[in-house]
């Protein structure tokens, strides 16, 4: 049973923009209430790229401030970024993830890549 699903990932230029979606299966949605995006990149380990809270506080890592945007919808079953002016250090398979409440566990989509060059 998929449970979270990533997609919108891909080739763009230097400079360009691309947003990405998370859609959560609804059977999970009562385990969560906030979001994240992670991203490795090869040969680095996965990092925080931005986070939402159930109040919709957001945090970003600071290479991607001003640039990058989390949102989600009404219902909370999709999450989004929003990634402006890209550059090729930016390229790395980007991950969605949902903390469960109460837990130090979560839920992991299974990743989409996206690569920034011309």
């Known amino acids: 049973q998929v449970q979270l699903v990533e997609s919108g990932g891909g080739l763009v230029q230097p400079g360009g923009s691309l947003t990405l979606s998370c859609t959560a299966s609804r059977s999970i949605l009562k385990n969560v209430d906030s979001g994240a995006w992670f991203r490795q990149a090869p040969g680095k380990e996965r990092e925080l790229v931005a986070s939402?809270?159930?109040?919709?506080?957001?945090t970003y890592v600071e290479s991607v401030k001003g640039r990058f945007t989390i949102s989600r919808d009404g219902a909370q079953n999709k999450y989004y970024l929003q990634m402006n002016n890209l550059q090729p250090e930016d390229t790395a398979v980007y991950y969605c993830?949902?903390?469960?409440?109460?837990?130090?566990?979560?839920?992991w989509g299974r990743g989409t890549q996206v690569t920034v060059s011309s």
């Open positions: 993830f949902l903390p469960i409440l109460f837990s130090n566990r979560g839920y």
């Open positions: 939402i809270s159930q109040n919709g506080d957001t």
